[in-house]
Structures are given as structure tokens and as C-alpha cells.
């Protein structure tokens, strides 16, 4: 299969240096237009002032795309929810039709494996949704932690998802959950969940360490590093609890399943604080995508 690596990142790849994937379904579907452009790019430049390519992985009329131009990702962002939202099933369709399509988590992992990319940031990943035992609701992206070898840095994971299930999840599956600076899963909007990660570890080059150690021993999967947004952008945990119950009452309510759940709560979430979870969803965005960027640059001297 035919897929597209930017000069930028060919070139680092191939001297070995730092490079950092970027998804692209939180900038179709996890944000809204331009404020989710404007974030793509800081994002980019944040990876760079740490020292590591970006790379924002789409498909960009049925080609799997390595490392974005500006105006493609600008295209991504305006044209919003019309951009096919791509996980792992959805690729093949999207790629024979020669559709763009928002890569998830899953799916930016699978192309960064591809590519050869081991370190990605984004904000939240998918995981075993709140009343999962009857939805049978699980995201593909748990899975794909489970089987591609590409390690995701994020803030944990909202609290529209069961986050205790999704731990236990990852531990059958064998991914490994690291808190950066913590001992507990944060929860996204704020630094504490009560869950408890497998490991802590307090600096980039440890977890450099233990990722390459995976490698060396060809364990195969990913590794999942969890990092709690700055306490200055942090919400107030009983409030966005209410705004998170609200937005499901309402999904529930207007019968909301499947693929368009996620994206659903997300867009629900942003309105309900007027915008106050997106300014706390970009600054932790900006926060992982600085750490996975010491991480790809320690696992590089290593
Ligand atoms: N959670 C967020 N922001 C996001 C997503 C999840 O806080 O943008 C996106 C990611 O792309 C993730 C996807 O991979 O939603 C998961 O979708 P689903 O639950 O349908 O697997
Ligand atoms: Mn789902």
C-alpha cells in the first residue's frame, strides 16, 4: 500500500532522530473550527521547541499521510465532521475511495508503525465506556494498544469512559500504564481519578528506558504514558463530573451509539462550559505533546 512520509520526517527518521505522531480525528471531530487548527499547529511547534519533528498522521484523499502540511491540516479542521472519522475498521474503505479521513488513535498508530514513529501525543485516548456491559462500547483504541508497538503519551482519559474498566482492560490485554510524576490515572480535566497506574516514573529518559527494553525484547504492543494536566488548567473536578453526566443524560436520550458517541460528548462537554474545557482540552494537549517530544528525544540517544 502506497503511503506518504513528508521529506521533514524521511530525513529524521532516517538519522535516527526524534520524531512525534499527531492525530488528526481531534482535529476534525475533537474540536471545533479554528480553534482546532490554531492547536494543530502549536502543537507542531511545541514538539519542534523540544526538539523533535511532528509528525500529524490523516489520510489525505485515500493516502495515508506521515507528517500533514499546514494546509492540509488546515483543510482537516474546516472541513470538520465531513472528514471521515478513521479507526482501524474504517481504513480500507477510506483508502479504496480515496476519502480523507481523521485518524484515531488506533489508526494514527497503526500508520506511525508503518512509518517507523514509536513516540505519539494526543489529549485523550478511547477506552471501555460507562455502561459498556450492556453497549458492549470499547474503543478500538485499547485494542490497538494491545497490538501495535507505538507508545501513546496523553492525560488519561475523560470520565465519559468507565476508567477503572479501561485499566483493567489494558492490564488483560498487557499495556503497560505509566504516570508521569504520578501515581494515579488522571482524568484529563483533572489531575486525580482514584485509580491507581501500574508504574511511576519522574523523568523522560526512565521511560525512554523501559520503552526501549519493550523493543530490545520484541514484546510487541504499546505502552500507554499518562500525564496529568498542569494544575493551573485544571477543572474543578465535581463540576465538570455534572457537565460529563449531562452530556451523557443527552446521548442516552437522543439514542447516540456507536462511532458518533465520542465526538457527540466531546462537542457536548464544549458548550455546556462555554468553551472552558477546550482552553483546559489545548493546554494539556500542548503539555503531552512537549513531554512525548523529551521522551523521543532520550529514546533517540539511547
Ligand atoms: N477523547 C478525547 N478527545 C478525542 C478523542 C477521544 O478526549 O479527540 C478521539 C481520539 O481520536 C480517539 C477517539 O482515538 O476519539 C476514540 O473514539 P472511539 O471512542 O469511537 O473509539
Ligand atoms: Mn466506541
Known sequence: MKIKVSEEVKQALKNGNAVVALESTIISHGMPYPKN???ALLVEKTVRENGAVPATIAIIKGIPTIGCSRDEIEHLGKAG???????????PVVV???????????ATMIFAAMAGVKIFAT?????VHRGAETTFDISADLEELARTDV?????????????????EYLETKGVEVIGYGTDELPAFFTRKSGFKVNDRMDTPLEIAKAIKCKDDMNLGGGTLIVNPIPEQ???DADYIESVIEKAIGEAN???IKGKEITPFLLDKIQRITGGQSLESNI???LNNAALASKIAVELANL
Open 37 to 39: 487548527v490554531e492547536t
Open 81 to 91: 465532521l465531513s472528514v471521515t472519522k478513521t479507526s482501524r475498521r474504517d481504513i
Open 96 to 106: 479504496s475511495k480515496g476519502l480523507d479521513g481523521a485518524t484515531t488513535v488506533a
Open 123 to 127: 489529549g485523550g485516548i478511547g477506552g
Open 151 to 167: 507508545n501513546v503519551i496523553c492525560a488519561g482519559a475523560k470520565s465519559i469512559l468507565d476508567l477503572g474498566l479501561t485499566l
Open 233 to 235: 488548567y485544571s477543572m
Open 253 to 255: 436520550e437522543k439514542g
Open 283 to 285: 493546554k494539556l494537549v
